[in-house]
């Protein structure tokens, strides 16, 4: 079955005592057993829980997965998979990045003695020479937060290979429903279902999706282990979100699309970072690696700190707000927010300036999020710069 469908029906049967025909929350922590050793398939909602199971085979389903493991946010599926690694490790990843995913390297990995190294995101032949024989994991994000930088996920993946380490995408800001890393060669597929896939901004969730029996196993055991799984509740209003990945990612889409091009016209701004723009260095990889270019897009203002402010204050529809892929549009200021982990220096280097706003294109109408954009850039005057 195509997408759209799978979205709504995956791992979603009716259900088998009752013929719901959407799946029920399953608010137990516990199931009663006949006798020992004899359960039907549950016995603590940590290890297992139906609504749970329901939204990890939605999901593997939708990454073209065979397995798929749901945990209680990003960062909880994020440390599950690094829990593959062992003292003396590697880890190779890209040098944009979520900070939080930059934090969990280097405040909690680094100090158990892996080693993480960060690359020029796009540049291919860079992780061709930094890879090294201890290295496990190749950790990238595609587009990445927040330049919205492409990564080549099929080269990268052939030279993580041929040195067996493990490519690991966070394929958050994409969805599935435009980029599915699995089928070009990636191994494990790490979600903030937060974003996209829950879509509508009222659930903190994550999720990893792999067809690698051995890490599957290995994560699955982490997940248990320490526990960070998703609510009932939390996992059920997940699988209610992802049923219109398909029709928001288009609407989300369309308007980003509408977005830059209206900033890449505007005099208050320098840059715009959208790989949907035929500007965009990655454009071309962009077209072959995604079936749209997605709803994130990201601008460097034309002044200071002090005008962005203004700017951000100016805003009526867009919300000043962390996180992203929800069905309201968020601007974001990863100097102060979500990169704020990062030390300003490292920040600056890596393109994370004081003046980058980030804004998640929400799917209400197109003309009014431009008017609001509009109205809010003609607060900080051109000529004052
Ligand atoms: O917030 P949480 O569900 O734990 O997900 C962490 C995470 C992982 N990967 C990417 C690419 C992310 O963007 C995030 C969370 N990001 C934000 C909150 C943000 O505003 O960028």
């Known amino acids: 079955m195509k997408f759209a469908t799978r979205a709504i029906h995956a791992g979603q049967?009716?259900?088998?005592?009752?013929?719901?025909?959407?799946?029920?929350i399953f608010?137990?922590?516990t199931y009663t057993q006949a006798g020992l050793g004899q359960n039907k398939g549950y016995e603590y909602s940590r290890t297992g829980n139906p609504t749970r199971t329901?939204?990890?085979?939605?999901?593997a389903s939708l990454e073209n997965a065979h397995y798929g493991l749901a945990f209680s946010s990003g960062m909880a599926a994020t440390s599950a998979i690094l829990s593959l690694l062992r003292p003396g490790d590697h880890v190779l990843s890209c040098d944009d990045l979520y900070g939080g995913s930059y934090r969990i390297f280097e405040k909690v990995m680094r100090p158990t003695g892996v080693d993480i190294s960060y690359v020029d995101a796009r540049d291919v032949d860079a992780y061709a020479a930094a890879i090294r024989p201890e290295t496990k994991l190749v950790w990238i994000e595609t587009p990445t937060n927040p330049l919205l930088t492409l990564v080549d996920i099929a080269a990268v993946a052939q030279i993580a290979h041929a040195h067996n380490a493990l490519v690991v995408v966070d394929?958050?800001?994409?969805?599935?429903?435009?980029?599915q890393p699995l089928d070009l060669g990636a191994d494990i597929?790490?979600?903030?279902?937060t974003k996209y896939i829950n879509g509508h901004s009222d659930v903190v969730g994550g999720a990893v999706l792999t067809n690698d029996r051995g890490a599957y196993e290995a994560i699955k055991f982490y997940q248990?282990?320490?526990?960070?799984?998703?609510s009932p509740f939390d996992a059920w209003?997940?699988?209610r979100g992802v049923k219109t990945l398909a029709v928001r990612m288009r609407q989300h889409c369309e308007n980003a699309r509408r977005v830059a091009s209206f900033l890449a016209g505007h005099p208050n701004v320098e840059r715009v970072y959208y790989p949907g723009l035929e500007s965009h260095p990655d454009h071309a990889l962009a077209r072959r690696q995604m079936r749209d270019f997605g709803g994130m897009v990201s601008f460097a203002f034309k002044g200071k700190r002090e005008d962005v402010d203004t700017f951000v204050r100016g805003l009526k529809v867009f919300a000043l707000a962390e996180s992203l892929g929800g069905i309201e549009s968020l601007c974001c200021h990863p100097a102060s927010m979500t990169h704020g982990s990062i030390p300003a220096e490292e920040r600056e280097k890596r393109g994370v300036t004081d003046t980058l706003l980030r804004l998640s294109v929400g799917i209400e109408d197109a003309d009014d999020l431009i008017a609001d954009l509009e109205q809010a850039l003609a607060r900080v005057p051109v000529a004052a710069h």
């Open 27 to 29: 608010q137990t922590s």
């Open 237 to 239: 209003l997940t699988l």
């Open 189 to 193: 597929i790490v979600h903030s279902t």
């Open 224 to 230: 248990n282990a320490a526990g960070g799984v998703p």
């Open 13 to 24: 049967e009716p259900d088998p005592s009752t013929g719901a025909t959407i799946t029920p």
């Open 171 to 179: 394929n958050t800001f994409a969805s599935p429903f435009l980029q």
């Open 54 to 59: 329901a939204l990890e085979a939605c999901l």
